[in-house]
């Protein structure tokens, strides 16, 4: 690999905390997954599922991870493909993270559609039927959003570290607080002895990266820009 060596930083609090915020950020799909649960044929096989993927989606992102920071050390930029060398693997790269993000998209905004679209009686909750007058609106309504998102991303130029920033002030709060807290809510009387001990440390770590992910990415921002 054609790439200068610009050395390895090492451990810190911050690159920890801020790792560990950006990783939250990448495995939270979980605003997905009632809406993924209505629309599977056997809702019951829906936890294998999600556990297979989170495995395949974790070895995947550490092990690339990984290897560009071997490759590349501090000049790695949080979107890799600005420091691999331009080629033929780039652009069809590009390429592929393109189909991605338009595929993956719609799934990952649909809850948000769903909402917006039965508050403004958008779609029909008896029936599957949508006039014309429904999709012409169910078209212009995801147009915009999807217009107002991609404007927030192109516009920012600490995109990356914004991402770290709703991964540490909201997503962990989402994904791994919440769940964690309500499944207590609602199943600690027949809660382990091991779940008894691991749940409060998950739901106290998850805190503490929530804080500090959040406060040193803020001032990361602000020291930059």
């Not at 804080?211 to 921002?221: D, E, L, R």
Request: net charge positive; charged share 10%.
């Amino acid at each position: 690999i054609n790439a200068e060596y610009m050395g390895y930083s090492g451990i810190t609090t911050l690159g920890f905390f801020t790792s560990a915020a950006t990783m939250c950020y990448a495995l939270g799909g979980h605003i997905v997954f009632p809406s993924i649960v209505r629309v599977m044929r056997k809702p019951s096989e829906f936890k294998t599922a999600v556990s297979i993927s989170f495995v395949i989606m974790m070895v995947l992102y550490s092990s690339f991870s990984a290897l560009c920071y071997y490759a590349f050390g501090k000049s790695t930029d949080s979107n890799v493909l600005k420091t691999v060398p331009s080629g033929v693997l780039v652009t069809i790269a590009q390429i592929l993270l393109t189909a991605h993000v338009i595929f993956a998209y719609s799934i990952f905004m649909n809850p948000l559609f769903y909402i917006l679209e039965v508050k403004w009686k958008i779609e029909n909750l008896e029936t599957d039927y949508q006039t014309p007058k429904q999709l012409l609106q169910r078209y212009i309504l995801r147009t915009i959003l999807v217009l107002m998102t991609m404007g927030v991303a192109i516009g920012i130029p600490f995109f990356g570290d914004l991402m770290s920033f709703v991964g540490g002030s909201a997503i962990i709060s989402t994904i791994l607080m919440f769940p964690l807290a309500i499944y207590w809510k609602i199943h600690g009387h027949k809660f382990t002895q091991t779940e008894k001990i691991l749940i409060p440390i998950l739901i106290i770590f998850g805190c503490v990266i929530s804080v500090v992910s959040t406060v040193q990415t803020a001032i990361s921002i602000v020291k930059k820009y």
